[in-house]
């Protein structure tokens, strides 16, 4: 049970190790975490090509919602939410890092769809306009 903590903290670094790579690099980027049955991938998306650079063993349901967690609290005075609707597909996450890092968040399972419409739904809460 210890292994499968140590390995799962090491690809937890290694991911918050390659997004902060993307953000140091100072130039524009457009990367990926996508959800694929009980895997994580994340990378860079070059020309319309995804790239993988690693991947995660989910261990449980949350573990995507876990990943989210942490880019907000990482780079909380650079992350900004974003979200993309899809007819037929539902909602994508689409936060940004910086001025120069956009992350599409997406997954293929009905429980990620849950927590992604209650962050949307949160996030536009906190923005909506204040009436007097």
Do not use: C
């Amino acid at each position: 049970m210890q292994n499968n903590i140590n390995a799962l903290k090491q690809e937890y670094e290694a991911f918050l190790k390659y997004i902060k790579s993307r953000v140091e690099a100072d130039e524009i980027s457009i990367l990926y975490i996508t959800r694929e049955n009980d895997y994580i991938h994340y990378g860079k998306i070059n020309h319309g090509v995804r790239e993988d650079v690693g991947n995660i063993k989910m261990t449980d349901e949350n573990s995507l919602k876990t990943l989210y967690e942490l880019l907000k609290t990482e780079f909380s005075s650079l992350f900004s939410y974003g979200s993309k609707h899809t007819f037929g597909m539902g909602w994508s996450l689409y936060p940004t890092i910086s001025d120069n890092i956009l992350i599409e968040i997406e997954s293929n399972s009905s429980a990620d769809e849950i927590w992604f419409y209650e962050e949307v739904q949160k996030n536009r809460e906190i923005n909506a306009p204040k009436s007097k």
